[in-house]
């Protein structure tokens, strides 16, 4: 089983910064594509950036420029950097992680952090 575990959430400020980490465990073979997503309420889960083994990077166009991407193959775990945060960031936010196992394709989920940028 791929376990999916997220941090770094919280209360910020408009303007703030907040550095999101997600570790992956399990017995894994390989983690190909790691990406994050957000939901707010009542929206649905949009997709904010992807980074492949080898640190090929896509972003949204509502944050490109503001959030950065990065992984630690070593430590199976990849953030995002969240900078001149607004109001409208404020969301649950997901890592997410393809890859495989002894039995095949894995597409895990971690359980989500909350984010709000308020003042």
């Known amino acids: 089983q791929v376990q999916l575990v997220e941090s770094g959430g919280g209360l910020v400020q408009p303007g703030g910064s907040l550095r999101l980490s997600c570790v992956v465990s399990?017995?894994?073979?390989?983690?190909?594509?790691m990406g994050w997503y957000r939901q707010a309420p009542g929206k649905q889960r949009e997709l904010l950036a992807t980074?492949?083994?080898?640190?090929?990077?896509n972003y949204a166009d509502s944050v490109k420029g503001r959030f950065t991407i990065s992984r630690d193959n070593a430590k199976n775990t990849v953030y995002l950097q969240m900078n001149s945060l607004k109001p409208e960031d404020t969301a649950v936010y997901y890592c997410n992680a393809r890859g495989q196992v002894l039995r095949g394709p894995y597409q895990s989920w971690g359980q989500g952090t909350q984010v709000t940028v308020s003042s």
């Open positions: 980074i492949t083994s080898g640190g090929s990077t």
């Open positions: 399990g017995r894994i073979l390989t983690i190909d594509d």
